[in-house]
């Protein structure tokens, strides 16, 4: 009996490798001999990627670093602009994002779409249901996607609207800091601290004096995208109440703007909670990580933090003491960008070095023609990885995988405009830019400034601060987006002598980032 099942082990093993064996031969002989781009007559599909394990070659290559590392050395190491890698059975078309020419017309291809990518990279493994397909996999060209884009650019891009929101954010954070840091000396943990402080501010934004941003463990998983998150969301699945149909549109929260959308172009009810998931989540973990990490860098260079609390403290408007000699502090946001030089350009080098780990993906949502070379297939994902542009030594100098607060200064110790145009910080230059942009910015440097402001920091007792070594190291991730910092610091907080409140002006402030 042992014997015949050795025998029978044994024959179904060769029967395997001979398959695969004869899967690698065809997988091989598929392969087209490309011609050089200026033979190339008509349209065709773009050349394949070999890997040494046919089918799962990539797959193993992207575990061992992580996808955006590998993709991004892909679509460099390539004759072509665009070239195809498969994930098993997932086709992928790997596109060099610092290609100008090509980024443009990839933002004008027809049948692309965003969400759809998001619903075929994670609906899997975040559970979304067969009702969110609809919505989700609608193409950027749809009229329910256009009018949300314009929603998008309306909400977070209109000046007067940004202007609106801040305040509201900033006041939502004082209701936070009475809640996490109410004492004369607090202990926090820092990404959680800062995780807070931003789910409820920029919560009351998205969902209105009440949302799932009141629930703690929602609050804390939102850097992590955990199963909390996916619980509190389900404020947008129930339909328009009575009180919400009595408002003026425009007086509706973000998410009861969204609903307006879905509902008027028969969305399934069963998939807003999904796809509203795909909205903020491009949303809270990158803003809440990039203000960690600036915070972090901060707390780790005392002389850092020196000098850029000093130019911070210049921008304080003079105000009246109280009874008790404690100051107001009043800081006119629009001054920042002039006058905070060190401040602006360590806000870009935390772009350049953290938000690297995006990529521009889209799904194709119907065979078509790119570029008027290449035919991109249904179902198919394209992606444009940041990394080897915004780590390039040789755009950036040998020290580019490390953070230098001073990089984007020019030799008079001004920001260097021109270096902050090779940015792909939201976006593909000049297109594909992330509307949310001005919020993104504006937020980061109210939470930073009001925190340096308010605040004596230092690490806590115990706490090494990465012995001494600067910032940690970021957690390896497979998503794209800013990742999280591999260790969360405990910081004691210490309000600082004569200082009352820390209030931030919004009144003047206009678009940039």
């Not at 002989?29 to 190339?40: E, H, I, S």
């Not at 969305?267 to 809270?284: E, H, K, R, T, Y």
């Not at 690297?356 to 994902?381: C, E, P």
């Amino acid at each position: 009996m042992d014997l015949d099942l050795t025998l029978g082990f044994i024959k179904v093993t060769v029967l395997l490798l001979g398959a695969y064996a004869l899967s690698a031969f065809i997988y091989n002989a598929r392969l087209p001999k490309w011609p050089p781009l200026k033979d190339a007559k008509k349209a065709s599909e773009p050349p394949t990627i070999s890997s040494q394990i046919p089918y799962f070659g990539h797959v193993f290559e992207m575990i061992k670093s992580d996808f955006q590392e590998y993709f991004g050395r892909l679509s460099i190491s390539q004759a072509t602009p665009i070239s195809t890698a498969w994930l098993a059975t997932q086709r992928i078309y790997v596109m060099d994002a610092s290609d100008t020419e090509m980024t443009k017309l990839f933002a004008k291809a027809p049948g692309l779409s965003l969400t759809a990518a998001f619903w075929v990279g994670f609906g899997g493994y975040l559970r979304f249901n067969k009702a969110s397909h609809q919505g989700m996999m609608t193409p950027d060209k749809h009229p329910f996607k256009k009018e949300l884009s314009r929603l998008l650019r309306d909400e977070l891009s209109t000046i007067g609207k940004v202007q609106a929101h801040l305040a509201r954010v900033q006041d939502k954070i004082n209701e936070a800091w009475q809640q996490t840091v109410p004492d004369a000396s607090n202990t926090v943990k820092l990404a959680d601290w800062v995780s807070n402080n931003i789910a409820m501010s920029l919560g009351s934004v998205i969902w209105g004096e009440e949302g799932p941003y009141n629930d703690i463990k929602f609050r804390q998983s939102l850097r992590r995208a955990r199963d909390d998150v996916r619980a509190g969301l389900s404020t947008l699945d129930a339909p328009r109440s009575i009180d919400e149909k009595k408002l003026d549109y425009q007086d509706l929260s973000f998410i009861g703007k969204v609903k307006v959308l879905l509902q008027k172009h028969s969305i399934p009810q069963a998939g807003w909670n999904d796809f509203s998931f795909s909205l903020i989540m491009g949303v809270f973990p990158n803003l809440i990580n990039i203000t960690t990490w600036a915070l972090w860098h901060l707390v780790a260079d005392d002389k850092l933090m020196e000098v850029i609390r000093a130019e911070v403290y210049n921008l304080v408007e003079p105000s009246d003491a109280s009874s008790f000699g404690n100051q107001r502090l009043v800081v006119d946001m629009s001054r920042v960008r002039d006058s905070c030089p060190l401040l602006m350009s360590f806000w870009y080098e935390l772009l350049r070095l953290y938000a690297a780990n995006s990529n521009i993906t889209r799904l194709v949502t119907q065979d078509s023609v790119f570029a008027g070379l290449f035919s991109l297939r249904r179902k198919a994902l394209i992606v444009a990885p940041m990394l080897p542009h915004q780590h390039s030594h040789s755009i950036w100098g040998e020290d580019a995988d490390t953070v230098r607060a001073d990089r984007f200064l020019d030799g008079e110790g001004n920001v260097d405009v021109s270096r902050v145009k090779q940015l792909m910080a939201f976006g593909l230059p000049t297109v594909l830019m992330c509307p949310g942009r001005y919020i993104v910015h504006n937020v980061v440097m109210l939470n930073v400034i009001k925190t340096l402001l308010t605040f004596d920091i230092a690490p806590a007792p115990g706490e090494t601060l990465n012995d001494g070594q600067g910032a940690c190291e970021p957690k390896r991730s497979m998503v794209a987006g800013v990742p999280e910092p591999s260790h969360d610091p405990e910081l004691v907080l210490t309000r600082r002598k004569n200082v009352e409140t820390v209030h931030i002006t919004f009144d003047n402030q206009k678009p940039g980032w």
